[in-house]
């Protein structure tokens, strides 16, 4: 009986895990200026009306993690 529900216990928590790790999603891109076709170094990306946000790098390019799935916009500043 004990063994049963630990593998009941184990397939549970494997379950949930799977189903809170399809919560996130990532975004991350290069910013370049339109003008120039150049890398755009040290810009802020944020996401509108959150507190979410990160810097590009020398390169252009950001990363942003463990975001809630859903549809978003991104605003960048320099």
């Known amino acids: 009986?004990?063994?049963?529900l630990k593998w009941s216990l184990l397939l549970c928590l494997s379950a949930l895990s799977h189903f809170l790790s399809a919560q996130y999603g990532t975004v991350k891109g290069v910013v370049y200026i339109k003008s120039t076709g150049e890398?755009?170094?040290?810009?802020n990306v944020f996401i509108k009306g959150t507190t979410i946000g990160t810097s590009t790098d020398f390169n252009g390019y950001f990363l942003l993690n463990r975001i809630p799935v859903g549809t978003y916009t991104l605003v960048i500043t320099s």
Do not use: I, L
């Open 1 to 4: 009986m004990m063994n049963k």
């Open 39 to 43: 890398s755009a170094a040290f810009c």
